[in-house]
């Protein structure tokens, strides 16, 4: 899930202070899309048929 990806990511990137910036882009890209993904699906259970 997403912890798993950001401490993958951190793990590649924190081997270099100049990679600091590119984490903390990928993080805040990565936590967008997840939110982005729930809102969507949030939407979804609105527009939904009662079962």
Do not use: M, N
Request: glycine residues 6%; hydrophobic residues 40%; charged residues 35%.
């Amino acid at each position: 899930g997403l912890l798993e990806a950001r401490a993958e990511l951190r793990s590649l990137l924190l081997g270099s202070c100049d990679r600091l910036k590119d984490l903390i882009f990928l993080d805040l890209a990565l936590d967008s899309t997840v939110r982005t993904a729930v809102e969507r699906g949030y939407e979804e259970l609105d527009h939904a048929e009662p079962q």
